[in-house]
């Protein structure tokens, strides 16, 4: 048996975002999506062969929407198909895809930060975190211009190099 209170906090999130990719009207994709757990409700006990409840989801509120656009005779571009959510889904897993590699990378450069001596660490968390000019560092650090711009490049080769070695492209 489903529980719909888990279920709906679960996706409505979700639901609501990807209505909103067809319409702006943010109203009636509050009402679509309500029609949707309501006739999933009304028709819970044919529910036992639907294997993926969360597809199930998508395509109903994807029809629903289809269904007011029809009603209320709005203009749209193009009807929702099968085509334009596969496209939609592609585009979002790619995006999913990307944002992890992106943590991983950070990760990475996290852990090859704790890896340079602590002045290298000092100059990149002063230059790069808290966005402070060369002036800056060379206040704060007690050292001249120059001796800032040569730890600064020593710590960004070292970083490079460690993440070479261990085949990460920074």
């Given at each position: 048996?489903?529980n719909?209170?888990t279920?709906?906090d679960?996706?409505i ?9 067809f319409?702006?009207d ?16 009304t ?15 998508y395509v109903?509120l994807?029809n629903?929407?289809n269904?007011?656009f029809?009603?209320n ?11 334009s959510m596969?496209g939609?889904?592609e ?12 943590q991983?990378?950070s990760?990475?450069?996290e852990k ?8 290298q ?7 790069y ?7 800056d560092i060379?206040?704060i650090?007690g ?7 040569n730890l600064?490049?020593?710590s960004?080769m070292r970083l ?10 920074v």
């Open positions: 048996m489903i719909f209170t279920l709906y679960k996706h999130d979700n639901l609501f975002a990807f209505g909103s990719r319409t702006s943010r109203e009636m994709i509050k009402d679509c999506i309500q029609d949707v757990f309501v006739k999933l409700y028709r819970r006990d044919t529910l036992d062969n639907v294997d993926k409840i969360e597809s199930y989801l109903s994807r629903r929407i269904d007011e029809r009603r005779v709005h203009l749209c571009d193009h009807e929702i198909t099968d085509v596969k939609m889904a585009a979002e897993a790619f995006a999913k895809e990307k944002m992890e590699r992106q991983q990378l990760a990475s450069v090859y930060f704790y890896m340079l001596s602590p002045r660490r000092q100059i990149i968390t002063l230059y975190k808290e966005q402070r000019k060369y002036d060379c206040q650090m050292i001249n211009y120059q001796s800032v711009r600064m490049h020593r960004i490079r190099s460690l993440a070479s070695s261990l085949e990460v492209a």
